[in-house]
């Protein structure tokens, strides 16, 4: 294990996690505004080691990412990875703790017997819906990072102060389980966060954001993550003995017929959105859907090519929210090569005015974004070759 970065324990989160650390994701109370680590027992899942590491030992780096010309190989570990995309040491420590949350999520996705709300693993010792198990963990893994200073999920939209500094620090937003009602029918789900610099998480940009990524649970876990000012999105395979491996570099987001329309009852009273779905049927683009957000993104980056709309109309309003999902989403699509809009400018460009703010949204290349842009609105700013949201 990349035990350098000195993060976690990495036999908590292996499938031979023994039941003491199991009962620890219980330990919290409902997550509220007095959050703290102090609410944690001391049989944390993230193990001795992780408390090793004192606040004031970690020196974050302030050198400019620009400087870095090493390049990153197929087969690096993640903290390989890391340590050759940013020289920005708390942020390295903080995309690795939330690498280990990812893989311990896994692990509960996996093995949890769901029923209605609740879900019991085979000890019988989790009682909890799987995404408020993931809440948990993920609120575990920032506060022990040591250099989060907020952190905000969609199952509570208020800031949590997770105990970090602000100088050098971070605050993080995350959608624990995107596409826990898919669960029980055993489809892919996934964990979305992004991350700022400081403690604002509110009168910023998706552009701001210094990291984002996705974890997604399917036939194999991933590890799906971009580092602002470095170039292409990057994924990480979960190997069989926990370690994390790079697989695969994306770059370029190419033209290609496949397509993924969300929110398709909107086409009934949205005669434009009607008009753009007939359209991809027409050419007899491929239906790749699923219904959740997380695969149906990261098949376009996958695949290097495809579209994902989820359209509003005037009885079916926004559902995605930009902080949790749609401005980290962006980043990954946009630092891919890709191309992101709500109708008209990049959904980086978006100021997140209030937490729970929600936004229609297309990802994709760049003639479908244009065809997107131009369908439901007539005209597309990315015609007149201006540089938008993670291209600016």
Request: glycine share 10%.
């Amino acid at each position: 294990m990349e035990a350098s970065i000195a993060c976690c324990s990495a036999r908590a989160f292996l499938p031979g996690v023994s039941t003491q650390h199991s009962t620890a994701l219980a330990a919290p109370s409902a997550i509220s505004p007095s959050f703290s680590s102090k609410s944690l027992k001391s049989t944390s899942l993230f193990g001795e080691s992780l408390r090793q590491v004192p606040r004031s030992s970690l020196k974050v780096s302030k050198t400019k990412q620009s400087s870095l010309v090493t390049k990153c190989e197929i087969g690096d570990s993640l903290e390989e990875f890391l340590t050759k995309a940013t020289r920005d040491k708390g942020l390295i420590r903080l995309m690795m703790c939330m690498g280990e949350a990812i893989r311990t999520i896994s692990f509960k996705v996996r093995t949890a017997s769901c029923g209605g709300t609740a879900c019991v693993n085979s000890f019988g010792d989790e009682q909890l819906a799987v995404d408020m198990l993931a809440d948990k963990l993920l609120f575990e893994a920032l506060t022990y990072s040591h250099v989060c200073k907020y952190a905000c999920s969609e199952e509570v939209p208020e800031l949590q102060d997770m105990g970090g500094p602000v100088e050098g620090g971070f605050s993080v937003a995350f959608d624990p389980l995107d596409g826990s009602s898919i669960v029980d029918t055993n489809f892919t789900v996934g964990t979305i966060f992004g991350v700022w610099p400081g403690d604002k998480l509110t009168g910023v940009t998706g552009a701001d954001q210094v990291a984002a990524a996705m974890g997604i649970y399917g036939p194999r876990t991933t590890y799906v993550l971009a580092i602002k000012g470095f170039p292409g999105t990057h994924e990480f395979l979960l190997l069989d003995e926990g370690k994390w491996q790079h697989v695969k570099e994306t770059t370029e987001i190419s033209e290609g017929k496949m397509f993924s329309p969300g929110n398709l009852r909107a086409t009934f009273d949205n005669p434009d959105y009607d008009k753009l779905v007939n359209y991809y049927v027409k050419e007899k683009y491929t239906l790749r859907y699923t219904g959740g957000m997380v695969p149906d993104v990261n098949q376009i980056i996958v695949k290097e090519k495809g579209v994902f709309t989820n359209v509003i109309s005037p009885t079916t309003k926004a559902k995605l929210r930009l902080l949790f999902e749609v401005a980290p989403l962006g980043l990954l699509v946009e630092n891919a090569g890709g191309y992101s809009s709500d109708g008209h400018q990049s959904v980086l460009d978006k100021v997140i005015g209030k937490l729970d703010e929600r936004t229609q949204v297309a990802y994709g290349s760049k003639n479908e974004i244009i065809r997107f842009e131009e369908t439901l609105y007539g005209s597309s700013r990315l015609k007149g070759g201006v540089a938008v949201g993670a291209a600016a």
